[in-house]
């Protein structure tokens, strides 16, 4: 355990000051958050460093996205409406990359959170604007937990020509590898696992999302959709009509 001082040397004055009594836990790493405007960019800090995550923040998406290739963050807090580069472009390139650390959107908009879905960018998650930090704490907590995966239950699962493994958290179809995004992956997992079941939207939102289903059912469908359009033929995902999803083999 440190101070949070030595990691936000790089940070403005005047947001060092409002954690300088937190303690940082090391082991919980370093969340990047994007943010322009700085009154939210300072609650984010220090709602994240009260849970012992250490904070780095940028005001514009050029420099969020050089920290993030610095930093190894081992989460983001993107806002979509950022200076220089928008939030949604910082993003893909960092996919176009391979880095799918988990993103979680800000959107201030819904035509904001339509383009975040519709892209098909990988994010994990999204909150709108105005939401409460306690909230972008926990989405924050529930991507991480669903990056590093549920302890145990481990074994192989196979379902027609995909191959999903969730030690090593990837997915094969025939023998190619699919890069899944880990809200994708575990929505994948979540059906593979009791094969034939058929999910409710709102079932997977609250067992796979971690929430309730204010949220919006919406977002399992846009999900589903990307895993569907990343695995092709092979995809295990049926649509039960007017009920929700299940996974079968094709
Ligand atoms: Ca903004």
Redo the contacts with the bound molecule.
Sequence with gaps: MFETQTLLEHSEPIRRRTVRNVMIDPNKGLVLVA???KSIADLQRLYLSREGFGVHVEGDGRSALAAARRLRPVAIVL?V??PELDGTEVCRLLRAEGDWTPVLFCT?RDDEVDRVLGLELGADDYVTKPFSPRELVARVKTVLRRASGPPGDAAVLTLGEVRLDPARRRVWASDREIPLTSTEFDLLAHLMRRPGRVYEREQLLSEVWGYAAAAGTRTVDVHVAQVRAKLGDASPIRTVRGVGYAAEAP
């Design positions: 943010e322009d405007e806002d409406g950022l201030a």
